[in-house]
């Protein structure tokens, strides 16, 4: 029986690494949020050029969401099991919209979960001056930059089930995620 994941949380939390660990541990596949960033850019260059890489981004989300979603669904027509990497904050923040993700999943007799890597705030500013991405550079440009960011993005807990993990803890001794699912 196929399965899908998703793992959530803050930038610069850790999910994409959590979630290889575990797609090694389960044999899922990983479908990234930020593994076709670059073919948006290229596609949208010179509107990210005129508005900024934050403005951009926004623009683009709903999009980039939907090519992830159907990248994974796609494996699950082939009976894979799948982890989707991406902050959702939307999606973890209302049980409506929550509820509209995981319909599409029920479509194919799948029930979707929640792993929510929780991070300090500053463990996130740390990690993202040390990733140096250029989606980052607006973020942390300043510390007020970085302040406004935190602020206008919700990182609150979700309000759907889930179980977390902590991304300032090694990721190897959190991998029993499924047996976690077990307890909600």
Same mark, same amino acid.
């Given at each position: 029986?196929?399965?899908?994941l998703?793992v959530?949380?803050a930038? !610069?939390s850790?999910?994409t690494i959590?979630? /290889?660990a575990?797609?090694?541990k $389960?044999?899922y596949? =990983?479908? +990234?949020l930020?593994?076709? @960033?670059?073919?948006?850019?290229?596609?949208?260059r /010179?509107?990210l050029d005129? =508005?900024?890489?934050?403005?951009?981004? !926004?623009?683009i &989300?709903?999009?980039?969401?939907?090519?992830?979603v159907?990248?994974?669904?796609?494996a699950?027509t082939?009976?894979k099991?799948?982890?989707?990497?991406?902050?959702f904050s939307k999606?973890t923040?209302?049980?409506?919209?929550?509820?509209e @993700?995981s319909g599409a999943?029920?479509?194919f007799?799948?029930?979707?979960?929640?792993?929510?890597?929780r991070?300090?705030?500053?463990?996130i500013r740390? &990690?993202m $001056?040390?990733?140096?991405?250029i989606? +980052?550079?607006?973020?942390v440009s300043?510390?007020?930059a970085f +302040?406004?960011?935190?602020?206008?993005?919700?990182?609150q807990?979700? =309000? =759907?089930p889930?179980v977390?993990v902590?991304?300032?803890?090694?990721?190897?001794?959190? @991998? +029993?995620?499924?047996?976690?699912f077990?307890?909600?």
């Amino acid at each position: 029986m196929s399965r899908a994941l998703i793992v959530a949380g803050a930038p !610069a939390s850790g999910k994409t690494i959590y979630a /290889t660990a575990l797609s090694q541990k $389960l044999d899922y596949l =990983v479908f +990234d949020l930020d593994d076709q @960033l670059s073919d948006f850019i290229e596609k949208g260059r /010179t509107r990210l050029d005129e =508005v900024g890489m934050e403005k951009f981004l !926004a623009e683009i &989300r709903d999009a980039r969401y939907r090519d992830l979603v159907e990248r994974g669904m796609h494996a699950l027509t082939e009976g894979k099991s799948v982890i989707l990497v991406a902050p959702f904050s939307k999606e973890t923040s209302s049980i409506e919209i929550w509820g509209e @993700l995981s319909g599409a999943f029920l479509e194919f007799g799948v029930q979707l979960k929640l792993i929510w890597v929780r991070i300090s705030r500053e463990k996130i500013r740390e &990690r993202m $001056l040390a990733r140096a991405e250029i989606r +980052d550079q607006e973020k942390v440009s300043s510390e007020a930059a970085f +302040d406004e960011y935190m602020q206008s993005t919700n990182f609150q807990f979700p =309000v =759907v089930p889930y179980v977390e993990v902590r991304g300032d803890l090694p990721f190897e001794s959190q @991998l +029993d995620v499924l047996s976690r699912f077990a307890m909600l």
